[in-house]
């Protein structure tokens, strides 16, 4: 019987990416860009890095899978790089210089041609080519002048695999009068009475044990979503919290993964 040919990760003389399939996901790019402002009557604005504290906004490359935004390799932060190793997400794209990247065949790739793929990439050139056209401020600023002009604190949360009814749970839960407040005096408190803030109908709280990981954990992600920065919040500790307490939501998030 015959050898098996032993299978090589990248293709042979430059031919196209075995990746590609498995690696883009046109409908999540073009979710983000809508969120961007990436149509017609929309200014558009600059990602964020997911990794970075102070969330920077040039030099960074999309996931085509999941729309996941990270600085590139030869950054402190490697962002991009951490995202492919942890979540096995082959195919990323410059949001700058629009060039395309396999980290398994470890190669450039053509942005050219037909398919998902180049639609995906045609989709981030036209982004770019809109942000050209704006001043740098105003690209740059985009998130954060919308959330100025909705008049109240707004951080966007990261979407961590159809996590958009957890995430918007959070949110309502971080603009409840009094809620985070509460919370982060209950997270540092191992017993006594808790008060709403001065100015609020009262409501007192008595202690009987410290708080729990989960309720630190959901009164931290409360205290980020409302801090103000532009770079938006992975939810990733309280989230693992919830799964663990419910193994179930865990599973319902798998079956349900392409609804969102």
């Known amino acids: 019987m015959p050898k098996k040919k032993r299978q090589s990760a990248a293709p042979a003389g430059g031919g196209r990416c075995p990746h590609l399939q498995a690696g883009v996901d046109l409908a999540a790019v073009r979710k983000t860009l809508r969120q961007l402002g990436g149509t017609a009557d929309a200014q558009p604005c600059r990602p964020v890095c997911d990794g970075c504290a102070g969330g920077a906004t040039g030099g960074l490359w999309l996931c085509l899978r999941c729309a996941a935004t990270g600085c590139g390799r030869y950054t402190d932060c490697r962002q991009a790089l951490k995202h492919f190793k942890t979540a096995s997400h082959p195919v990323a794209v410059s949001m700058d210089q629009l060039q395309a990247w396999c980290y398994v ?63 918007s749970i959070l949110q309502c839960l971080a603009h409840l009068p009094g809620l985070a407040d509460l919370l982060a005096q209950h997270a540092v408190a191992a017993s006594g009475e808790l008060t709403l803030p001065a100015g609020a109908e009262p409501l007192r709280l008595r202690l009987t044990e410290p708080a729990g990981r989960t309720t630190k954990c959901l009164a931290a992600t409360l205290a980020a979503i409302r801090s103000g920065q532009q770079a938006p919040h992975r939810p990733s500790d309280l989230l693992g919290q919830v799964m663990e307490r419910n193994p179930a939501s865990g599973a319902a998030s798998s079956r349900t993964r392409t609804s969102c």
């Open 105 to 167: 065949c470890d190669r450039e790739l053509p942005t050219s041609g037909s398919g998902e793929f180049a639609t995906a990439c045609n989709l981030l050139r036209c982004h770019a080519d809109r942000l050209a056209a704006l001043p740098a401020a105003a690209a740059a600023d985009g998130r954060r002048a919308v959330s100025a002009a909705a008049g109240r604190e707004c951080r966007g949360l990261s979407n961590l695999g159809n996590t958009c009814f957890f995430n």
